[in-house]
């Protein structure tokens, strides 16, 4: 069952939307060489007290952190540690989620640390991103799920690789519903599967947390024995980004961006909904 929102439940969502993207940009400065992951899990549990949120990751099946880290390989789940330094050179995606009155909301960004990075990496988090933003471009009254899977999976397939061969669109991951719950029906695939169908119709009041994941290589992935980080098979790097969107009466508002993603949508000749909260 899809959990369709009522424009006053969307407003509670944004609340928590702009909570996540605040603890985004206190992350990203923190995202230094020297660094620990575990520093940056501190710095984002002190983002949600100074706004009265609830992280959604803590405790959710067990998982003992505020975030989720996921440095070079990792595409997804890494457990911030004290171990982890992060190092000149690396890239790593960092997931956050909030809670506000009962409502949810996620997003995740990769971030360069330090400098120095090879042209394939930069283009890797390019292309991903912007995979993302096709994909919430596809989220338009009368569409389908799929329609949104296949814009992902078409921007990432058009784009030339750095030295050749494919991007790795990984197959074990993908987007979701997001409401009174985290993750909630339906499951996005960020590409077309045609055994699973169109999926359901986008109506106002949908809401879907959109988050290709793209590696260098594989699309495969295995889990470590902490049984929540998750790297590729082969050990090419991954980059993860994600945001939660809401379908209204009036198109697409993204609830964890700050303009509710009018500039990045008006590219694609969209404009976005009116924020709620002004």
Not at 124 to 150: C, H, Y
Not at 200 to 217: D, H
Request: net charge negative; glycine share 12%.
């Amino acid at each position: 069952m899809v959990q369709i929102k009522t424009p006053e439940q969307i407003a509670k969502m944004r609340e928590a939307g702009l909570v996540v993207a605040a603890v985004h940009r206190a992350t990203r400065e923190a995202a230094v060489p020297g660094a620990t992951t575990r520093d940056l899990d501190q710095v984002a549990r002190k983002v949600l007290d100074e706004h009265g949120a609830k992280s959604n990751f803590l405790g959710y099946g067990g998982f003992p952190a505020t975030i989720c880290t996921s440095v070079n390989e990792v595409v997804v789940h890494g457990i911030p540690s004290d171990d982890v330094v992060l190092k000149d050179g690396d890239i790593i995606s960092i997931d956050a989620g909030a809670i506000i009155d009962g409502w949810h909301g996620d997003a995740a960004y990769t971030v360069f640390v330090g400098s120095g990075h090879a042209p394939e990496l930069l283009e890797l988090s390019r292309v991903t991103e912007e995979s993302m933003w096709a994909g919430i471009a596809a989220m338009k009254l009368g569409n389908r799920l799929v329609d949104v899977s296949r814009a992902i999976e078409t921007y990432i397939r058009r784009q030339p690789k750095p030295g050749g061969g494919k991007y790795g669109i990984v197959e074990d991951y993908g987007g979701h519903g997001i409401g009174t719950e985290m993750h909630m029906d339906p499951h996005l695939l960020n590409y077309v599967e045609r055994r699973r169908g169109k999926g359901p119709k986008l109506v106002p009041g949908f809401c879907l947390a959109i988050e290709p994941m793209v590696s260098l290589g594989t699309p495969r992935t295995e889990v470590l024995s902490d049984d929540w980080t998750v790297i590729t098979t082969d050990g090419t790097w991954s980059s993860h980004w994600e945001h939660s969107v809401a379908l209204t009466a009036e198109g697409p508002l993204v609830l964890t961006s700050p303009d509710g993603g009018r500039a990045k949508l008006a590219e694609y000749g969209i404009t976005a909904a009116p924020d709620p909260l002004g």
